[in-house]
DNA sequence: ATATCATATGAACAGTCGTTCATGTGAGGC
DNA sequence: GCCTCACATGAACGACTGTTCATATGATAT
C-alpha cells in the first residue's frame, strides 16, 4: 500500500501571515513523529479500518485459525480471507503456519490484539 | 462514512461441505462482536487511518489547537485541516470550543490518545 | 456598510480499495 | 499419471476517499 496522502510543505507558510500562535506552531512541530512512523501505524490503521478484515483479527486474537474456517464463519468467500489475510500478512499482523494443504493463522504478537481489544473497549462504551 | 464491505451469508456454507473443523467454526461465531460495533470500530480505525488525520490526532493529544496552527504546524491547507476534522469529529474522536472567531480542537477523551500512542509504541518497535 | 479573518462546506476529480472471477500452485489420494 | 482440495494470486470493475478550488458563514474591525 502506498500513501495516498502527501504533505504539502507549500501550505506551511499560508497560515504564518495570519494570526498564528506561534510558539504552538513550533511545539507542534517538535513534537511530531518521524514521517516513516506515521506511514507505518496510519498503514497498519486502514488495514484494520475494514469491516471483514477487523473481524478476521478479532477472531484469530481468540484462535488459531485456517483459511477455509474463517471463511466458514464470517461468511466470506475463501478468495476474499486469503486477500484480506495477505494485506494484514504484509503489514506482520498475522502470521501463519502450514500443515498440509492447511495454512493456520495466527496475530503475529499480542500488540495487536491489545490494540483491537481496546479499540472494541472504546466503542462499546458509547452504545 | 458507509461501510465498504458487506458480509455475503450466501458463503457460509461455500465451505461447509469441505474439511472445516465444526467447532472453531462455531466459537468463533459465538465470540465475533456484533456488526454494529464491528462497523463503528473499522470506521474509527480508518478514520486514523490517514497519515494527515493521524498527525492531527497525535498533535492534539499533546496540546489544544486550532485549526490554522495546525495547518502551519503540519503544512496543510486549512481546508483539508477542516475537512480531516470533520470527520474525525463525526466520529467522536475530537471536540472543539469556539473563542470569537477561532476553533479550538482537542481529543474528546483519552482513549483515542492511548489507542494511538499504543499503535505509534507497536510501529517503533519494529524499527 | 464594507472588508478581512478563521473556519466550514459542497462539488468534482484523480487516485485507491475490496470484492469477484478466473487461474495458478502444490500437496495428497486414487 | 490424474483428480481434488486448500490456498494464493492477477486482473478488473464499481465504490469509496482525500484533496483542491470555489464559495459560504459568522464574527470582528474600520
Redesign the pocket.
Known sequence: ??P??TA?PE?SDL?DV???NQRNVEQTRRDMKPAESVMLLAETF??L?????LRIVWALSRAEL????L?AALG????????????LRQLRLVR?RRE?????YRLDDDHISHLVADGFEHVDERV
Chains 1, 2 share one sequence.
Request: with cysteine.
Open positions: 500500500m502506498s495516498r496522502t504539502r501550505f497560515c495570519r494570526l498564528v486502514r488495514t479500518g475494514d469491516p471483514n478484515r485456517c483459511v477455509c474456517d471463511a466470506m468467500s475463501p478468495s476474499a480471507v486469503s486477500h484480506s489475510l495477505r494485506a501463519y498440509n494443504k492447511t495454512a493456520y
